[in-house]
Each structure stands twice: as structure tokens, then as C-alpha cells.
């Protein structure tokens, strides 16, 4: 099993930048995927970000794309998720999340933090 804590989020206004971290623990991190979710309000969890267990590959949903970026360390046990030109509309928790398996690009994870507040102001 790995544990996930998230830190870094925040307010902020339209425009701005976040940075979130994830830490995980044990010592197989390098055997997971990762993955950022958020939740806004009324809305059902939705992928944004993934990552490749070697960190060789990505994906990004469409309306996070050339915005965000997402990193791992595996020396760290670390992932983030750079935000930049945040939107209101990117207002929601933010959770990290981690899976093994040969597939990354998918909602299916089975890890997961408790999740940290991304507040953006118009």
C-alpha cells in the first residue's frame, strides 16, 4: 500500500499560479502510477493530470492542457502538479491519487490522499 498527503493549495486570483505536492509513503513509489483528480461543488471527481510510473509519460484532460503541468520524483517519493493561468472555474479539492497496473491514463485509481482546496477569485 502507499499513503498520499497532499499540500500546496490555496487562493489565489484568476491568473495565478499553484503549486501542489504529493508525498507518498513506502519504499515501491517508483511502482505506481499518479495521478491529480479534483472535485469541485456539485460536480462528480474527474481526472487532471497523469503520470507514468517512470515518469517518461503524461496526459492532461483537454481543459487543463498547456496550463498545468505534472512532474514525479521517484528519488522523493514526490508528485506535483505546476498550475499556472488558474481559472475560477478551477476552483475544487484537489486530491493525489496512485495505481499500479499497466494503465495511467485512467479514472480507475486506487490510492488516494484526503485532498487539498484550490480556491480561485475573479
Known amino acids: 500500500q502507499v499513503q498520499l498527503v497532499e499540500s500546496g493549495g490555496g487562493s489565489v486570483q484568476a491568473g495565478g499560479s499553484l503549486r501542489l505536492s504529493c508525498a507518498a509513503s513506502?519504499?515501491?513509489?517508483?511502482?505506481?502510477?499518479m495521478a491529480w483528480f479534483r472535485q469541485a461543488p456539485g460536480k462528480e471527481r474527474e481526472l487532471v493530470a497523469a503520470?507514468?510510473?517512470?515518469?517518461?509519460?503524461?496526459y492532461y484532460v483537454d481543459f487543463v492542457k498547456d496550463r498545468f503541468t505534472i512532474s514525479r520524483d521517484n528519488a522523493k517519493n514526490t508528485v506535483n502538479l505546476e498550475m499556472n493561468s488558474l481559472k475560477p472555474e478551477d476552483t475544487a479539492v484537489y486530491y493525489c491519487?496512485?495505481?499500479?497496473?499497466?494503465?495511467?491514463?485512467?479514472?480507475?485509481?486506487?490510492?488516494w490522499g484526503q485532498g487539498t482546496q484550490v480556491t480561485v477569485s475573479s
Open positions: 513506502g519504499r515501491t513509489f517508483s511502482e505506481y502510477h
Open positions: 491519487a496512485a495505481r499500479k497496473g499497466a494503465l495511467f491514463r485512467i479514472s480507475a485509481y486506487d490510492y
Open positions: 503520470i507514468h510510473r517512470s515518469g517518461s509519460n503524461t
